[in-house]
């Protein structure tokens, strides 16, 4: 069974300083795997995905993953946080059709 | 173009009643998915239909639940006898084929209070 982990429930940034939001998979062939954001009353939005083409992935708001097999790791990063980018985010692995989320981390960006 | 829709936004019911839940898809997208949010969590898959048939719908945790999508747009998600645990946040996604490497995009979800 396909299945992904992050790592971390919540993270605490400085507007401006580096992102990394941890994901770590699992799944007995090559996934399909995406991040989602889900800011406060909104609907769920896709950042990016990969889908076995590249290994960096780059995706809207400066987003990118990168797709470590070795790892079996797809973190989320971004060079400069911006106040915009506090919400949830989810890891999601997709084996056929339905997305498997992961239980999200909820990212606070500081002043 | 619109997006996915759904309705109502928020509905409240009482313990043992019935619910309807509905979701406009895209306009022209095959797939259509309904999740569901229990606060803290992330969404879990619930049913998926190609066209008009469930293609998958090991999701739906018991028999109270039941979905459909007579025509191949529109999608009703249907909960008998309610119950407090299924007070959640009801999203529905579509996509324009299905398929793991599709998007699904979704629509801004229904939260559902069961007093």
């Known amino acids: 069974a396909q299945s992904v982990t992050q790592l971390d429930s919540h993270v605490s940034v400085s507007e401006g300083t580096p992102v990394l939001l941890r994901c770590n998979y699992s799944s007995s062939y090559s996934p399909s795997l995406f991040w989602y954001v889900q800011h406060p009353n909104k609907g769920l939005q896709l950042l990016l995905k990969y889908t076995s083409a590249a290994t960096l992935v780059k995706g809207i708001n400066g987003f990118e993953a990168e797709f470590k097999k070795s790892e079996t790791s797809f973190h989320l990063t971004k060079p400069s946080a911006h106040m915009s980018d506090a919400a949830e985010y989810f890891c999601?692995?997709?084996?056929?059709?339905?997305?498997?989320f992961g239980t999200g981390t909820r990212l606070q960006v500081f002043p | 173009g619109a997006g996915v829709s759904q309705t109502p936004s928020n509905k409240v019911t009482e313990k043992g009643k019935y619910v309807e839940l509905r979701c406009d898809p895209i306009?022209?997208?095959?797939?259509l998915y309904w999740y569901r949010q229990s606060l803290g969590q992330g969404p879990e898959f619930l049913i998926y239909?190609?066209?008009?048939?469930?293609?998958?719908d090991s999701g739906l945790p018991n028999d109270r639940f039941f979905a459909v999508r007579p025509e191949g747009s529109v999608s009703t998600l249907k909960i008998q006898r309610t119950e407090r645990g299924d007070s959640a946040v009801y999203l529905c996604a579509s996509s324009f084929t299905g398929g793991g490497t599709d998007t699904q995009y979704f629509g801004p979800g229904t939260r559902l209070t069961v007093l």
């Open positions: 239909f190609q066209g008009t048939g469930a293609a998958d």
């Open positions: 306009s022209g997208h095959t797939a």
């Open positions: 999601v692995v997709s084996p056929t059709d339905k997305l498997i």
